[in-house]
């Protein structure tokens, strides 16, 4: 906390005109590079989800997820709960398979 302040008091010395623009130059550079970063994630989860491997593990994972909603008794497959809608009745929410 000491060195904290140490260098509070060291800048608070300088002059606040400059103090003022070294802080915008640093924060642009902090934005850019923050810009950067968000861009090149961006493209390579978009490059991953485009990707052959992607749709291959996503159709397996929908095709466990239909069968695990399957009602044994009746062969109706049920929609999630995030369908269900309180105005709508429940019959219209699953379809036959």
């Not at 990707?51 to 997820?65: K, V």
């Not at 497959?77 to 699953?94: G, N």
């Amino acid at each position: 906390m000491d060195e904290a302040l140490k260098l509070a008091d060291k800048l608070l010395a300088q002059p606040h005109n400059a103090l003022r623009e070294t802080r915008k130059i640093m924060n642009t550079v902090l934005r850019q590079s923050a810009s950067h970063v968000l861009d090149t994630t961006l493209a390579a989860q978009l490059s991953a989800t485009l990707s052959d491997e992607h749709h291959q593990l996503a159709g397996a994972f929908l095709a466990g997820q239909k069968r695990a909603r399957r009602a044994p008794d009746c062969g109706v497959l049920h929609a999630p709960s995030a369908f269900q809608h309180p105005y709508y009745p429940a019959s219209r929410h699953t379809a036959p398979v």
